[in-house]
């Protein structure tokens, strides 16, 4: 199955960055950008176009800028031409530099838009490549809740009725932020990370069965709330189960994959008078804690004069992490 592609409008990306319209060969709220990344056509501009990808946002800047000032006009309207001839979905010129009339020319004549920025090349184009990775990403809905807490993205799952919104609510109550309750919109940043998010329609509210909906930011405030946050862990609660044995030490790391991404998960266990609330605050440091270096199981059982045998590789290079 194909992986699906995500698009961002032009006019997202203007209104974003104040970007200056030179040309616009339509409404850019109706062109559309797919590709996360972005290039700098100086071999273009020598007349290179193997393995081009015609689909990137084309950066022009002081070297490019430098560089056709050099040539003679009918030469450099020639390699120009090549370029626009691609159908690029953009070129943006840096800096505020002054453009050459062949390139208003040609824009028309391609209907390829012509935008400029005041900013320098490179802050721009870090810039705009976070952006566009963080809109075109892969991503999915999860059904769950997802808090700030201690510092710590939590993603919190677990069957209807188990208890996620009401631990949430705890949790707001002792100062932890509120990001996305029910769904969440998990995007793939890079390789390594996850970022979520709620739909912006139910941004804020939360479920309470017997009470019903509430605004989390407007009964406990802004600083109850945030937009986004990197998932750092998942915790996932289930009704407890007297037959199941449940993980004592947490010498054992387990992972669950999303999207490719491996995430540090816990099963924690519900039943009457646990505190849920206290018990995902202590998970949430001591995520932390493992992340700068420190396991309390390995440490108490070294106090113990204790060898584990780590039981799968991913648990042996954890294990292997902090010895």
């Keep these: ?72 006009e009918d030469v450099r309207k020639e390699r120009l031409e090549m370029l626009f001839a ?24 391609y209907e390829v838009p012509l935008l400029r920025c005041k900013e ?41 009725g188990v208890g996620k919104s009401e631990t949430a609510v705890e949790l707001i109550k002792r100062g932890h932020r509120l990001v ?18 709620s739909p912006e329609n139910i941004r804020h509210f939360l479920e309470l069965r017997g009470i019903g909906i509430v605004n989390a930011r407007r009964l406990f405030g802004m600083g109850a709330v945030k937009v986004t946050e990197k998932i750092d862990m998942i915790v996932e609660l ?30 924690i266990p519900v039943k009457p008078g646990r505190n849920l609330a206290v018990i995902l605050e202590v998970a949430a440091m001591n995520n932390r804690q493992k992340k700068m270096g420190y396991n309390a199981a390995q440490e108490l059982l070294h106090n113990l004069g204790m060898d584990v045998v780590p039981t799968t590789p991913e648990v042996k290079e954890e294990w292997d992490s902090f010895s």
């Excluded at 453009?99 to 028309?108: D, G, K, N, S, V």
């Excluded at 004592?248 to 994959?257: E, I, K, N």
Aim: proline share 4%.
């Design 120 to 160: 320098n090349t490179s802050a721009f184009m870090a810039a705009l490549i976070a952006y566009l990775n963080l809109h075109l990403a892969p991503r999915i809905t999860r059904h769950g809740v997802l808090m700030e807490v201690c510092g710590e993205g939590m993603l919190i799952l677990g069957e209807s």
């Design 86 to 109: 691609q159908h690029i979905p953009s070129l943006i010129i840096t800096r505020e530099l002054p453009y050459f009339p062949e390139m208003t020319e040609l824009a028309q004549k």
């Design 1 to 72: 199955m194909a992986e699906r592609r995500y698009n961002v409008t032009l006019k997202e990306i203007i209104d974003e960055f104040n970007l200056e319209a030179i040309h616009l060969p339509m409404d850019a709220s109706k062109l559309l950008v797919n590709e996360t990344e972005l290039n700098r056509p100086g071999l273009q501009l020598i007349g290179f176009y193997e393995y081009f990808n015609n689909e990137r946002i084309q950066i022009v800047g002081k070297t490019e800028f430098a560089y056709l000032a050099t040539l003679e």
């Design 238 to 267: 289930e009704p407890w189960d007297s037959e199941k044995v449940y993980d004592r030490m947490g010498v054992d790391m387990q992972y669950t994959s999303i999207l490719g991404v491996k995430i540090p998960c816990s099963t």
């Design 180 to 197: 996305a309750d029910d769904a969440v919109e998990i995007r793939k940043v890079s390789n390594i990370s996850l970022v979520g998010s």
